[in-house]
């Protein structure tokens, strides 16, 4: 710019949308002999420099360790370690962008953390108040960015969203485990939405066996005891009975929905279910709402994303939140299925109460306490009777 002729007293620069940090320099004030970020008279490699370092004073509590899948932001992965919080956001144009969280001070669920941001060149201060984990998710809220780290302000639970349907957002982990669902069963079904349920390897071929007849045929979602785990749906199950009252088993019977259940908890009076598929080609991921209806009846809705909305309800099926799929479920369980109806709300997902399931009395259910209870005292019976003999 020093320059005396006019022409080089000015330059032009040209860089890219998802390379913010790669430009090109002109020689002169034309832009015309820049083709483009990396073709022209002179390139220029920026980077960030991080002029800002806070030192943790606090630890995560050790169960948050890991790496995690941040619902509320798009292909957002959270790592925690002791002090740490990183996240990196991939957004559709342009690339990756990393923000850090230090931990500075915590008072029982509340953790205030400076918020470094991308090239760490500002400091802010917010507050996370967490949920105890459960499963594989961790539930938080976010409050607003101060500038100044005193904990009084920053953790005030004004700082946090006023808004009368707020819900907790969701971590869950990037490798679930799979836990006993909520809700246990055989069930036919009815769907309704835009994102119906179909037979995902075309048009089942039947019969299977020339030798068997399929008379009749339904949707069918099932939760057993082989496998508690697991949602299995088949939208061609035959539902034949033999001369004994059992079912007819075709030898290719063939699955096509499978999802894992990871997580359940109960929020606005509503349990709230997560279940992964890896063979989703949308999200992994997927947030259901579901309450009981009847004692046979269970209605369920899905999002369309990987959380659920904030007015998301079991009823609904088509909402602006893009809410795409609802279940009816109807307890289709015969005498010899040996898959019992079984539902838990979900309003203490840390409790693993073992029961016992009684189908031929009126007593449904015997808590778990009492049934460890019974086994002690028969140890302990039969030991001072050993000791006696």
């Given amino acids: 710019m020093g320059e005396e002729q006019n022409f080089l007293r000015f330059t032009c620069f040209v860089d890219r949308t998802d390379q913010d940090l790669l430009m090109t320099k002109s020689r002169t004030a034309s832009c015309s002999e820049l083709k483009s970020a990396r073709e022209g008279y002179e390139q220029l490699r920026l980077a960030h420099v991080k002029s800002e370092t806070v030192l943790p004073s606090c630890k995560f509590p050790a169960d948050y360790v890991g790496v995690w899948y941040n619902t509320a932001n798009y292909d957002s992965e959270v790592t925690i370690n002791d002090t740490h919080m990183i996240e990196v956001t991939k957004p559709n144009q342009g690339k990756p962008e990393t923000v850090y969280y230090v931990c500075d001070e915590s008072k029982g669920t509340r953790y205030m953390v400076a918020k470094l941001g991308i ?3 500002q400091v802010d201060y917010m507050c996370f108040d967490f949920v105890r984990r459960h499963h594989s998710v961790i539930r938080y809220r976010q409050g607003r960015l101060y500038p100044l780290g005193d904990f009084r302000s920053v953790c005030t639970w004004s700082s946090f969203d006023n808004n009368p349907r ?8 990037v490798n679930p485990v799979a836990i006993n669902c909520p809700i246990r069963g055989m069930f036919f079904f009815e769907q309704s939405g835009q994102t119906r349920l179909t037979v995902r390897d075309g048009v089942t071929k039947f019969p299977f066996d020339p030798l068997l007849e399929c008379t009749k045929r339904n949707q069918q979602l099932s939760i057993c005891p082989d496998s508690p785990d697991t949602i299995k749906i088949d939208m061609n199950k035959c539902d034949t009975l033999d001369y004994r009252a059992r079912n007819v088993n075709y030898k290719y019977e063939i699955l096509d929905y499978k999802w894992r259940c990871i997580a359940y908890w109960s929020e606005d009076t509503n349990g709230q279910l997560y279940t992964y598929d890896p063979e989703d080609g949308f999200s992994k991921y ?28 079991p009823n609904d099926d088509v909402t602006p939140e893009n809410l795409n799929l609802k279940l009816v ?28 399931t009684v189908l031929d009395s009126g007593a449904a259910r015997v808590r778990g306490d009492i049934v460890w209870f019974i086994l002690f005292l028969a140890a302990v019976i039969t030991a001072w009777n050993g000791i006696r003999d």
């Fill in 119 to 121: 090239g760490g060149c």
């Fill in 166 to 173: 707020w819900k907790y957002q969701v971590l869950v982990s």
């Fill in 286 to 313: 997927r947030c259901w709402v579901y309450q009981r209806d009847e004692y046979g009846q269970i209605s369920l809705s899905r999002s369309h994303k990987d959380s659920c909305g904030l007015w998301q309800t």
């Fill in 329 to 356: 479920l109807k307890n289709a369980e015969r005498q010899y299925d040996n898959c019992p109806l079984q539902f838990h709300d979900g309003a203490d997902p840390w409790s693993e109460d073992v029961f016992l």
